[in-house]
């Protein structure tokens, strides 16, 4: 599916954010881990949390969806038990490293695999911990396809992260979790923290603490449980898209509730307010455990700035909608320390800058980021373009938001990703005043 763009949008209205992502699967893991009854509102019905789900129900979750969209979890009368056929995960990073966390500490025997893009990712940075723990792990050179067998993992493990990564972290105290390990983790640089919130709010023993400038978590072996109804928070990288939209168009004011503020999130409106953009945050409170608020969005002046060192990992997702905020910025905009681009759905910094070249947006890439030379001014364009997407859904979403600011229709191809993480992107953005076009 490609998508074409319209030349005319003045951004307006008010929206709800969609549920997040990372959340969604997060809640149906744990969730179905607990084997109580628990209803989860708010889940996010595209492709990767789907696919979870189903991964789930084939070692014997029995999760269901109700005819409200509300996802419904049951006691079960048996446990989870292995699985002959592979868990395909399809596009989903996350579904599938924390999931091998989970079915490894559970000791279960299975097999995984995903879409070419998730086969070319790397899984050492999961596979390596999880065998020190005890799991019988078998790759295709740390990749896809990956099985595990029944194995008996050690009492404790105390592990430090090599990768800025939230994955790697929730994969290994999910393992720890259904082991019964007692975890010790330590991060150099803080990531999102939304495992560590979920497990909390159902009650795991789990502490946080800081220990020389390191972030230490710490899960205790024995995990009493109790399930209760979840309510999912709106994914703040899906509202990056309709904040720079309104930020770089002739936007009078976009709201979007239920917008997901966990700290470990908010370094897209850190990274966006640095850079002259007015955001109102109104109504802060919690949501089962996780912070939420509306934003109120005006467009703006923006002006370069420099993204580098501990806002990085916090802003991995968001990079590629920041970088086309960069693009209608005044002046220099220089991202840094973000070599985990190349290794995501596409290598996200080529994507960017071959995009960039397309529109004829001065910048230079290079190994860990690019430097972006911005002008506030509409994309004077000769003719139309198309840009690939290169099956990656936040590269397709970012260009389609770039077309806001192109005097002629810009084509981005291979639209179909963006289902997995924001399935009614196009009429949401329809609704506020920007039209796309099959």
């Known amino acids: 599916m490609n998508l074409t763009t319209s030349t005319d949008g003045q951004i307006l209205g008010k929206v709800k954010c969609p549920g997040d992502k990372s959340i969604s699967q997060r809640a149906l893991m744990i969730g179905a881990f607990m084997n109580q009854n628990m209803v989860i509102h708010g889940f996010l019905h595209g492709e990767d949390p789907l696919s979870t789900m189903n991964a789930l129900n084939q070692i014997g979750a029995g999760i269901s969806i109700g005819e409200d969209g509300r996802v419904h979890l049951c006691k079960r009368n048996q446990s989870f038990h292995n699985c002959e056929n592979a868990l395909n995960f399809g596009n989903s990073g996350t579904g599938l490293r924390l999931m091998l966390g989970l079915t490894s500490g559970m000791g279960l025997k299975a097999s995984f695999c995903g879409d070419e893009s998730l086969s070319s990712r790397p899984m050492d940075r999961i596979i390596n911990p999880l065998t020190e723990m005890g799991a019988i792990i078998k790759s295709n050179k740390g990749k896809l396809p990956i099985s595990i067998s029944p194995t008996t993992f050690k009492k404790q493990y105390k592990y430090e992260l090599a990768v800025a990564s939230a994955?790697?972290?929730?994969?290994?105290?999910?393992?720890?979790?259904?082991?019964?390990?007692?975890?010790?983790?330590?991060?150099?640089?803080?990531?999102?923290?939304?495992?560590?919130?979920?497990?909390?709010?159902?009650?795991?023993?789990?502490?946080?603490?800081?220990?020389?400038?390191?972030?230490?978590?710490?899960?205790?072996?024995?995990?009493?449980?109790?399930?209760?109804?979840?309510?999912v928070v709106g994914d703040i990288s899906s509202a990056a898209f309709l904040i720079v939209a309104a930020l770089i168009s002739k936007s009078p004011g976009l709201e979007i509730t239920n917008v997901g503020v966990n700290p470990s999130r908010t370094g897209v409106l850190q990274a966006l307010q640095k850079m002259g953009a007015n955001i109102e945050v109104k109504n802060k409170r919690l949501e089962s455990g996780e912070p939420c608020a509306d934003l109120l969005v005006k467009k703006s002046e923006l002006k370069g700035v420099e993204l580098s060192g501990k806002i990085i990992p916090n802003i991995i997702d968001e990079i590629p909608i920041i970088s086309i905020a960069a693009a209608f910025a005044n002046g220099e905009t220089l991202i840094k320390d973000a070599r985990e681009l190349r290794v995501k759905e596409s290598d996200r910094l080529m994507a960017v800058s071959e995009g960039f070249s397309k529109l004829g947006i001065m910048h230079e890439n290079f190994n860990d980021g690019m430097s972006i030379k911005g002008t506030p001014n509409q994309l004077s364009m000769e003719q139309s373009i198309s840009i690939d997407s290169y099956n990656d859904h936040r590269i397709a979403m970012s260009f389609l938001i770039a077309g806001l600011k192109c005097s002629k229709p810009i084509t981005v191809k291979n639209c179909e990703n963006i289902f997995t993480s924001f399935p009614n992107f196009i009429e949401l953005i329809s609704s506020v005043g920007y039209k796309l076009e099959k």
């Open 167 to 231: 994955q790697v972290k929730s994969c290994i105290l999910l393992a720890g979790l259904a082991a019964g390990t007692s975890i010790e983790i330590i991060e150099p640089i803080q990531t999102r923290d939304h495992t560590e919130k979920m497990l909390k709010h159902f009650g795991a023993n789990i502490e946080n603490s800081l220990k020389d400038g390191k972030n230490v978590i710490k899960l205790a072996s024995s995990n009493n449980l109790h399930a209760k109804n979840y309510n």
